[in-house]
């Protein structure tokens, strides 16, 4: 007897694994989508480190000269100049890491030697309540109601740091990291007429006894660029403020 071969229904295909073609295809375009996956995510990592180093960058920036700015522009105030004066309230004075205060002088300055930071020494008289703060952000802590001869002198450190010392002492603070370099010129009036000022750096002013006749201060800090590894990036960026003193614009 013969045997009919028993035929599959009509529409219905025979089951078969996945072939060797399709599973190269499909691996492909699954590698081709991780590696794009990957990309996106390394750019957004990217982009949000260089967002926070520029933040980082900015805020170092904003506090070095706010810090400098108020107390440097403090330079020569005195309470009460109905009763005191400024050659009274800020006597002469001579110290190895700022230099020379003549009678009535508020700031002062040295310049760095071989490409060295300069150094800035700002100095004035406070009352108790008057809440002139010095660089470390402390008033007149005297409750007697004495006044209180501040002095602040910023430096630059080997370990890229903004100290400051205070009163003249040895002991320095950090303030902000990341500043590479401090330069400060001063606007004075070489005539004596109120009128030509010309920015000279503190060598040149104490060679010519000049601390009188500044009225102005140009700082300029530098600031380690976090991007300088990039193509076509400094190494350094600079923020430059000017900063009238006291009774002197």
Known sequence: MNRTARSLPRGQCRQRGLGLVELMVALIIGLFLLLVMGSVFLNMKQAFTSQDQLAQLQDSERLALTVLTTTVQASGYFPDPLVNTAATDLPAATGAGYGSFLAGQG????????????????????????????????????????????????????AHELLCSTDGGTTTTPLVSGVTSLKVLYATDTAGDGKALQYLDAATVTSHAWWPQVHTAQITITMANPFASQAGQPAGIDWTQIVNLMNKS
């Not at 300069?118 to 008033?139: E, Q």
């Open 107 to 158: 700031v002062v300055g040295l310049s760095g030697t071989a490409g060295a930071s300069d150094t800035i020494t700002s100095r004035y008289m406070t009352a108790s309540g008057d809440g002139i703060m010095d660089c470390l952000g402390n008033v007149n802590p005297i409750t007697s109601g004495a006044n209180k001869l501040v002095m602040n002198t910023f430096t630059v450190s080997a």
